[in-house]
């Protein structure tokens, strides 16, 4: 069983950039296909973004297409979510999540998730 470690959250202003890290103890990450969601008060969790084993295939929500860059080190058995031009709607807590499955997939489905995290908070002032 794997365990997830998320940090990186923090209060910026909007246009700002964070990082966010996702680190994986008690097994390796690369079995995994990882991927990130968030939940803002009073909201359901919603799908962020989902790499696939190896790296080579992303996918992402359609609100943060090209301002989020989902990426993994298999080797530091760890996940990023680089999150650029942030916006005050992008305030949320931020869970990385790990599904064990075929190499080539990504998934944007919470239930497809086994694993998760205990999250980070984001927070972006107008």
């Known amino acids: 069983q794997v365990q997830l470690v998320e940090s990186g959250g923090g209060l910026v202003q909007a246009g700002d950039s964070l990082r966010l890290s996702c680190v994986a103890s008690?097994?390796?990450?690369?079995?995994?296909?990882m991927g990130w969601f968030r939940q803002a008060p009073g909201k359901e969790r919603e799908f962020v973004a989902s790499?696939?084993?190896?790296?080579?295939?992303?996918y992402y929500a359609d609100s943060v297409k090209g301002r989020f860059t989902i990426s993994r080190d298999n080797a530091k058995n760890t996940v990023y979510l680089q999150m650029n031009t942030l916006k005050p709607e992008d305030t949320a807590f931020y869970y990385c999540?790990?599904?064990?499955?075929?190499?080539?997939?990504?998934?944007?489905?919470?239930?497809?998730?086994?694993?998760w995290g205990q999250g980070t908070q984001v927070t972006v002032s107008s």
């Open positions: 999540a790990a599904k064990l499955g075929d190499s080539y997939r990504v998934s944007w489905y919470s239930y497809d998730y086994a694993y």
């Open positions: 008690g097994r390796a990450l690369i079995i995994y296909t």
């Open positions: 790499i696939n084993r190896n790296g080579e295939r992303t």
